[in-house]
């Protein structure tokens, strides 16, 4: 069964670095998204992409956000200056287009995103 | 703007006992609703899905969830609670129409299920 995949599981960095954190949404499924929950939070929705651009975006997702398709199969979200609070656990998910999907979005295991 | 709120951040249960999530929606307009599931360590899986058809829908392991528009309710129920049912229960929703298709999560219910 296609699956969404993430890596790495977990990340650890040091405030203030860099980080991509990336994932392989099914194959044919054409809207990508990103989520987080920090620890004993709710799941938040940070962006959606669609036709190689942004469709829609959250205020968490600033300016330190971004998010590519640097190729036909990866889908990246890069964090350019980590802060402690940007810890959390950071999901993937795709879904496909048209009437019958419903909005029905799939997701990946996440990556652990851990900021010193 | 869509909201969700689920009752009751912890559940317990006897194992073979009903298990009853609640789930209460706020929408100018009935939305798509979802129950996810969060094992430990593992990412969100789709129990179910309401994409106004019929009001009671079957899902996953066993699990249901009827649709009630005069409560803006969508609980999530089990006849028998099973061991391995122990996990987090996100109910999410979704607008019906136009572009946004983001997904507003309420803040889990974890369940445990008691031998």
């Known amino acids: 069964e296609p699956e969404v995949t993430q890596t790495p599981s977990h990340q650890v960095t040091q405030m203030g670095q860099e980080v991509i954190l990336r994932c392989v949404p099914i194959?044919?499924?054409?809207?990508f998204y990103w989520y987080r929950q920090i620890l004993g939070q709710k799941v938040e929705f940070l962006v959606s992409?669609?036709?190689?651009?942004?469709?829609?975006k959250s205020e968490i997702f600033d300016d330190q956000f971004s998010v590519e398709r640097p190729d036909g199969s990866n889908f990246t979200l890069k964090i350019r200056s980590t802060k402690l609070e940007d810890s959390a656990m950071y999901f993937c998910?795709?879904?496909?287009?048209?009437?019958?999907?419903?909005?029905?979005?799939?997701f990946g295991p996440g990556t652990r995103l851990t900021v010193l | 703007a869509q909201s969700v709120t689920q009752l009751g951040s912890h559940v317990s249960v006897s194992e073979g006992a009903l298990v009853l999530l609640r789930c209460n929606y706020s929408?100018?307009?009935?939305?798509?609703l979802f129950w996810y599931v969060q094992y430990p360590n593992q990412g969100l899986q789709l129990l179910l899905k309401?994409?106004?058809?019929?009001?009671l829908v079957k899902g996953i392991n066993g699990f249901e969830a009827e649709f009630k528009k005069s409560e803006t309710s969508f609980h999530l129920t089990k006849p028998s609670a099973h061991m391995s049912d122990a996990a987090e229960y996100f109910c999410?929703?979704?607008?019906?129409?136009?572009?946004?298709?983001?997904?507003?999560f309420g803040s889990g219910t974890q369940l445990t299920v008691l031998p």
């Open positions: 998910a795709s879904s496909p287009t048209g009437a019958s999907s419903y909005n029905e979005q799939f």
């Open positions: 194959s044919n499924h054409l809207y």
């Open positions: 992409f669609y036709n190689n651009e942004i469709s829609e």
């Open positions: 929408s100018s307009v009935p939305p798509y």
């Open positions: 309401y994409t106004s058809a019929a009001t």
């Open positions: 999410a929703v979704t607008p019906s129409s136009g572009s946004a298709r983001q997904l507003t």
